[in-house]
């Protein structure tokens, strides 16, 4: 019972309960709030794993900008109508067969492996050709020199869903005021500098 | 079991002691700031500022405190009052967290980590939480739009601060805090990146909602923001998060820019001096600067506060990424090259 193993139970055993939580607890910001926590603990099993760049990733993009919006969404939401008495278990026959295809595709991968305990190690920790370099290192001589296509690829198709969700949601409104800062800070042409003589005074 | 125990009990104990060696200069940090703060404001108001509690009103910062203390708790009816309580935790407690790597002199630093600079970014990415538990469970609407204002600008700011450090992390090769600092021997990175210093002390008051980016608790529009509702001790945990939270920030523009523990010039006189002095007079010297900013600049309207992170500041950030790294591949300076 090493000190690794202690915390890699804590945080397995956080993750399961507060997945648990999202699907069961009756207000959705809980549920949210519970994704989050499973999240972070996940981010601990990477760094058990010494994959400490990923775990900050996660940490990063899921937890600081993908869940801000969902909790964004939800928070909106009008919470008193959104909890219905209704039967909970009249979604149970898809969770069943989501919950059976992941069974499934472990099973698999573990008859794969035919339960050698050694073989798992490798397949969890298959960075033994980066020795001495720090997993931010293996992973970018990775990406951009053996995966670059595919890394400019991915690129490509965010890059198309941003334009088309920005298409998609942009809507020409008529009499739209808006303000244009170039235009309000520009002096050129709208000030004019005039002598005026003591007690005359000027049209303007 | 009890093994375990016995063979982790010094580690334990060391951690813990390391804990509050960062814990509790730190909370004199902050009672030294929030007292450094309202002194310069009144300054550049021509008041004489807290004067009364103490020497010099030093003693004033505390006595707040124990106030707070012992004032009640109050919980409002329709608050979802576990979230309520959660959140100003939440915020006090990432905020310390992200201290455990910094460096404050060579080798002293409670975890010298590889991914350090990422960890601290983590983690200022987690604080929004805290606001926008707060102003949710609140249940009330002034801090509801206050914690909503809050998320959305720190969201917007943290983009540009990760495009700034990635332009400080090209020059330096390494995400490790420590060897951030020691690349800047031989000049501080303020010189040759002087546009993105700016970018990123300006993100940076953005970033701890401070004026004259403080538009998630404007006084005139929204009461107290997403603290409207809090009182007492969770009050105070906010109070002391955010306080924490600028000091970090302070920290982080020393560390990147300032060029951490190291003295302005490597000659006898300067050298001698032990690295975390030079560290406090750079981070003292950034809160100067939080401090004047905040006394002399006007607060944004939100859509120009929007305009500015989006629109300003991200072209002018990415920008300066490719920039960087065109200079550091076509002259042959990139670390590792």
């Keep these: 019972m090493t000190i690794s193993l202690l915390t890699f139970y804590l945080f397995s055993a956080v993750i399961l309960l507060s997945s648990l939580m999202v699907i069961s607890a009756k207000n959705p910001v809980h549920s949210v709030l519970f994704l989050i926590l499973s999240f972070l603990n996940a981010a601990g099993i990477f760094v058990i794993l010494h994959a400490e760049f990923l775990a900050m990733i996660l940490i990063i993009v899921y937890v600081g900008a993908v869940a801000v919006l969902f909790l964004f969404v939800v928070m909106m939401l009008d919470i008193k109508s959104s909890i219905s008495k209704e039967n909970i ?62 890394f400019q690829l991915s690129g490509i198709i965010l890059l198309v869903a941003m334009i088309g969700s920005i298409v998609l949601t942009l809507r020409e409104r008529e009499g739209v005021k808006r303000q244009i800062i170039s235009e309000q800070l520009d002096r050129r042409g709208k000030i004019d500098l005039v002598d005026v003589k003591s007690g005359e005074g000027i049209d303007v | 079991m009890f093994n375990l125990f016995q063979t982790y009990t010094f580690d334990l104990l060391s951690i813990v002691f390391y804990c509050l060696l960062i814990f509790i200069p730190l909370l004199l940090g902050v009672v030294l700031a929030l007292y450094a703060d309202r002194k310069i404001w009144a300054a550049v ?10 020497p010099f009103g030093l003693l004033q910062v505390p006595a707040d405190g124990l106030k707070f203390i012992f004032k009640e708790i109050i919980l409002p009816d329709g608050s ?42 983590a983690i200022s990415s987690l604080g929004v939480y805290g606001i926008l538990m707060a102003g949710w469970s609140s249940n009330s609407k002034y801090p509801f739009f206050g914690a909503l204002r809050s998320a959305a600008q720190m969201v ?14 090209m020059c330096v090769g390494s995400l490790n805090l420590t060897e951030i600092v020691m690349a800047q021997k031989n000049i501080w990175f303020f010189i040759p990146l002087f546009p993105m210093f700016i970018v990123f002390f300006i993100s940076a008051l953005a970033e701890t909602n401070r004026p004259p980016f403080d ?34 920030m302070c920290a982080m523009t020393t560390i990147l820019f300032l060029g951490g523990w190291l003295p302005p010039v490597d000659i006898f006189p300067l050298n001698e001096l032990p690295g975390f002095v030079w560290f406090l007079l750079k981070v003292t010297l950034v809160f100067y600067m939080f401090a004047m900013v905040k006394a002399f600049v006007p607060r944004y309207r939100y859509d120009q506060l929007m305009r500015l992170g989006w629109k300003v500041f991200l072209p002018l950030s990415l920008l300066a990424v490719i920039m960087t790294s065109s200079v550091l591949f076509f002259f042959n300076l990139a670390p590792g090259m």
């Design chain 2, 215 to 248: 538009l998630p608790e404007a006084e005139s529009e929204l009461v107290a923001g997403y603290q409207t509702e809090y009182s007492g001790m969770p009050f105070v945990l906010f109070m002391f998060g955010e306080y924490i939270n600028i000091l970090l």
């Design chain 2, 80 to 121: 979802d009052k576990t979230v309520f309580l959660v959140a100003p935790i939440i915020t006090l407690a990432l905020s310390i967290a992200a201290w455990a790597v910094v460096p404050v002199q060579a080798g002293v630093v409670l975890a010298n980590i590889n991914v350090g600079i990422l960890y601290i970014f």
């Design chain 2, 156 to 169: 917007s700011y943290e983009v540009s601060i990760g495009f700034v450090i990635v332009t400080v992390l």
């Design chain 2, 45 to 54: 108001q021509k008041r004489k500022g807290p004067n009364v509690v103490g």
């Design chain 1, 89 to 150: 278990l009249q979604y149970m026959p898809i969770g069943l067969l989501v919950g059976l295809v992941f069974i499934a595709e472990l099973v698999i991968v573990l008859i794969n492996t035919k339960l050698d305990l050694t073989s798992i190690q490798i397949l969890s920790n298959p960075m033994s050709n980066f020795v001495g370099q720090s997993n931010t290192e293996a992973i970018g001589s990775v990406l951009y020199t053996n995966y670059i296509l595919y």
